[in-house]
């Protein structure tokens, strides 16, 4: 059985953590491109667009707290990300429907 060492573990938890910050801030921007064109033309792609952006981002963050090698780890990364991922997809469900 191969056991990674330990530096090359934590050094793909930090890549992980990279790519969830990007997908969360590319979300977020989502977010906001939607809300400022709502009762335009644009709102439908916007809307689709940050639905996609959020719903890319909390896969992956689902993905990460599985692959994490123990429940310390999965509740701390709860504890200090939980809450912006909760945020943003209660921003994302606070968009009016289309035509509202």
Do not use: C, W
Not at 38 to 44: D, I
Request: aromatic share 8%; charged share 40%; net charge negative.
């Amino acid at each position: 059985m191969y056991i990674r060492p330990f530096s090359t573990e934590k050094k793909e938890i930090e890549l992980s953590m990279n790519k969830i910050e990007e997908l969360f801030s590319a979300a977020k921007d989502e977010l906001e491109y939607a809300d400022e064109s709502q009762g335009s033309v644009y709102y439908h792609e916007d809307l689709t667009t940050a639905e996609k952006a959020v719903s890319e981002v909390l896969s992956e963050y689902e993905r990460f707290l599985k692959e994490l090698p123990s429940d310390d780890m999965r509740n701390e990364v709860k504890s200090k990300v939980g809450m912006k991922m909760r945020e943003l997809k209660m921003t994302f469900d606070a968009l009016p429907e289309e035509g509202h």
